[in-house]
T-cell receptor, first 112, second 112 residues
Framework: NAGVTQTPKFQVLKTGQSMTLQCAQDMNHNSMYWYRQDPGMGLRLIYY???????DKGEVPNGYNVSRLNKREFSLRLESAAPSQTSVYFC???????????FGQGTRLTVV | QKEVEQNSGPLSVPEGAIASLNCTYSDRGSQSFFWYRQYSGKSPELIMFIYSNGDKEDGRFTAQLNKASQYVSLLIRDSQPSDSATYLC????????????FGKGTHLIIQP
C-alpha cells in the first residue's frame, strides 16, 4: 500500500527557478493538502483541495500555485523560487469530515 | 484565527515513567483532535484521535479532551526510548474540509 507518494524527495533550486512538487494518493480520499514545515514554525497549510476540481488558499499561499489534476493527484508549483521557500514540504490526504490526515514522506527543498 | 499552542520542550522523562504532553486551542468550533508523532527527518504519523470529552485509551497512550477548558493532552505510560520524538497536536474545525491546524510540537526525550 503506497498511501501518499511525493516526488522528489530532495531538490536544490537557484533563486528564480521554477519547479513542481508532485503528490499522489491511492486511498480514494476527497481532500488533499500541502503543508510546509520550518524549524520553530510547525506545519503550516499552504493550499488545500476539499474535492476534485476545487482548491483554496491556506495560511501561507503566497508564492505558490496548485493544481488538483484528478482525485488522486495534487501538485504544488513554485513559479519563481525564493530563499524564504527553503523548507520541508508535506502533502497529505484525508476524507472530508472530522478525520485524520495521512502524510507523504516529504520533500526537502533548498533555494540558494 | 485558529491557534494551537504546545510547549516546545524539550520534555525529558525517565524510561518507564509517564510522559504528559499538553495542548490548548483557541477555536471553540474545533470538533476533532489528533496527536501525531514525528521522528527527526520523517513525516508525521497519527497516534491518537479524540472527538468527545473525556479519556480515550489505546495501549500505552491515553488522549484526554476537555472542550470547556479548550485543552487536549496525551499521556504515554511506561515510556520507552523509542517514544523519543516530536509530538504534534492538531485540531480540525468545520467538518475538516480546510485541513488540520497544527501546534509547533513538543520534543520529548525518554532517558534510559
Amino acid at each position: 500500500n503506497a498511501g501518499v507518494t511525493q516526488t522528489p524527495k530532495f531538490q536544490v533550486l537557484k533563486t528564480g527557478q521554477s519547479m513542481t512538487l508532485q503528490c499522489a494518493q491511492d486511498m480514494n480520499h476527497n481532500s488533499m493538502y500541502w503543508y510546509r514545515q520550518d524549524p520553530g514554525m510547525g506545519l503550516r497549510l499552504i493550499y488545500y483541495s476539499a474535492s476534485e476540481g476545487t482548491t483554496d488558499k491556506g495560511e501561507v499561499p503566497n508564492g505558490y500555485n496548485v493544481s488538483r489534476l484528478n482525485k488522486r493527484e495534487f501538485s504544488l508549483r513554485l513559479e519563481s523560487a525564493a530563499p524564504s521557500q527553503t523548507s520541508v514540504y508535506f502533502c497529505a490526504s484525508g476524507n472530508t469530515g472530522n478525520t485524520e490526515a495521512f502524510f507523504g514522506q516529504g520533500t526537502r527543498l533548498t533555494v540558494v | 484565527q485558529k491557534e494551537v499552542e504546545q510547549n516546545s520542550g524539550p520534555l525529558s522523562v525517565p524510561e518507564g515513567a509517564i510522559a504528559s504532553l499538553n495542548c490548548t486551542y483557541s477555536d471553540r468550533g474545533s470538533q476533532s483532535f489528533f496527536w501525531y508523532r514525528q521522528y527527526s527527518g520523517k513525516s508525521p504519523e497519527l497516534i491518537m484521535f479524540i472527538y468527545s470529552n473525556g479519556d480515550k485509551e489505546d495501549g500505552r497512550f491515553t488522549a484526554q479532551l476537555n472542550k470547556a477548558s479548550q485543552y487536549v493532552s496525551l499521556l504515554i505510560r511506561d515510556s520507552q526510548p523509542s517514544d523519543s520524538a516530536t509530538y504534534l497536536c492538531a485540531v480540525n474545525t468545520r467538518g475538516g474540509a480546510d485541513g488540520l491546524t497544527f501546534g509547533k510540537g513538543t520534543h520529548l526525550i525518554i532517558q534510559p
